[in-house]
């Protein structure tokens, strides 16, 4: 796989994919050129891995102390017209589709500013792990803008519309202490350090696993969040069938059965 980009880092450890976004200088804002990489290695991650073969887990996180990514790129968009807006939307839009669509489960490790886009795109991930510095929030409305990559639709699945609309008129920062009661961090830690190693552990616990039982649930999951709940059961029956094909399915019954620890191949 091509690691070699300018404003991220891809590294593979135990298994575990880590994507940092390295613009320090700029807080790790995110310019076409961060999300054009995001989005280049995504896919092509996302052909490599299909039989897990790189990584069973992911990490996104940001090369910086003070920031996750606190935002888009605002130096770039005030040049943008209203047509290249749309697309650089659509291209930030795109990279939080792929964040679900990855057959692996990923974890946003948060420390600082996760502002507009950077709020955006941890909430793409499957669930948030912060630090107690992590400052959550959408101020798009201050710069006379509104959210882009998802944000006035994410926002509300995970905390509420109100509440949604509450933070989002006001571009009001979120604090640690209401981001975890408010559901959108699982778990708050005391350092970028603490956090990334609990990210790894968590990973490392949940690949022992079936991986195609995990991206089962994953998908079903996901998919069941923009469906009416007679369309999201209907969806859970039929993968719950399909599963019954596979190779983990039957591996994994028969171990418990035979008293053994079960050797999943992801299939
Ligand atoms: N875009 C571009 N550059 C940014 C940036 C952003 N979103 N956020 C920070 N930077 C740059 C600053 O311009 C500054 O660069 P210079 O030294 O060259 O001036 C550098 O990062 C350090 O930032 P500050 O000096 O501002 O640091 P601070 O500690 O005083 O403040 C902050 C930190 C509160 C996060 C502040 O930088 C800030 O408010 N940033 C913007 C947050 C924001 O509004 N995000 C939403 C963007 S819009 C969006 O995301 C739209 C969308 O949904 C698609």
């Known amino acids: 796989m091509n690691t070699n980009y300018e404003t991220i880092l891809f590294e593979v450890e135990n298994e575990i994919a880590t994507i940092t976004v390295n613009r320090p200088k700029a807080l790790n804002a995110l310019s076409h050129q961060v999300h054009s990489e995001i989005n280049a290695l995504l896919k092509e991650f996302m052909e490599a891995n299909k039989d897990f073969t790189i990584a069973k887990g992911m990490i996104l996180t940001g090369a910086e102390e003070k920031a996750f990514i606190a935002g888009a790129d605002i130096k770039e968009m005030t040049l943008m017209s209203a047509d290249e807006a749309e697309a650089f939307a659509r291209l930030g839009q795109d990279n939080t589709l792929l964040f679900e669509l990855l057959n692996i489960p990923v974890i946003a490790c948060v420390n600082g500013y996760a502002l507009g886009g950077g709020c955006e795109m941890a909430m793409s991930c499957d669930f948030i792990f912060a630090t107690k510095t992590a400052v959550f929030g959408q101020p798009e409305v201050k710069l006379g803008l509104i959210p882009g990559f998802g944000g006035t639709q994410r926002l509300s699945k995970l905390v509420g519309r109100n509440r949604a609309k509450e933070i989002t008129y006001s571009g009001r920062n979120v604090a640690i202490e209401e981001a975890k009661e408010i559901g959108l961090v699982v778990s708050v830690f005391e350092s970028k350090e603490e956090m990334i190693e609990a990210a790894k552990v968590y990973l490392s616990k949940a690949m022992r696993n079936s991986p195609h039982a995990i991206y089962e649930a994953k998908r079903v999951m996901n998919e069941g969040n923009d469906l009416t709940i007679t369309d999201g059961l209907n969806v859970e029956a039929k993968a719950f069938g399909a599963i019954f094909n596979s190779a983990d399915m039957r ?17």
Not at 251 to 267: D, N, Q, Y
């Open 251 to 267: 591996e994994g019954t028969a171990a418990f059965v035979e008293k053994r620890k079960p050797v999943f191949i992801g299939k």
